[in-house]
């Protein structure tokens, strides 16, 4: 077998490469940046490290909240450790209707976006009442891990 041969694969499929996290040191973590915790994406609001001991090494100690369900998640790691970081992105949407719990958006290409769903919280309600009131909406959303969700709304400014 030759060396070519050796290095002649092929791939069945392929993504467009862009990973769901990225690994950072513990220590270069800071507050109000993201870390996965226990699976979730977080967003860290707490952040405090411990001196090393005789023979030990600092540890970190997270305290993240859900950027999805708010949830409070904590997390305890060596300084030296890599741990996940999740590629969060934020998109404005033009909201048109809200069609059976889904929010029908477009973004600033025109092109449709129908599967994001109306938040259960009462910033669902806000979203419906100002679109009921004939408001042009303008709606964040905020994608990380495969997820998304809508987290905040305003008023799209006039003549747009």
């Known amino acids: 077998m030759s060396d070519d041969e ?56 997270l305290v993240g909240i859900d950027i999805f369900t708010n949830k409070k998640l904590e997390e305890i790691c060596p300084s030296t450790h890599n741990m996940d970081v999740p590629n969060v992105s934020r998109k404005e949407y033009q909201l048109t209707y809200i069609d059976e719990g889904f929010l029908s958006l477009l973004n600033s290409e025109g092109a449709p976006k129908d599967d994001v769903k109306v938040p259960d919280d009462p910033l669902g309600k806000e979203i419906r009442d100002a679109l009921d009131e004939g408001k042009d909406l303008l709606v964040t959303v905020v994608t990380a891990m495969g997820e998304e969700a809508a987290i905040s709304f305003k008023e799209a400014p006039k003549g747009s």
């Open 6 to 61: 050796q290095h002649n694969q092929t791939f069945e499929a392929a993504s467009a490469g862009a990973s769901l996290t990225f690994p950072m040191q513990c220590s270069a973590l800071r507050k109000n940046g993201h870390v996965v915790i226990k699976g979730r994406p977080c967003k860290i609001v707490e952040m405090s490290t411990s001196k090393t001991g005789k023979h030990g090494h600092a540890k970190v100690h």
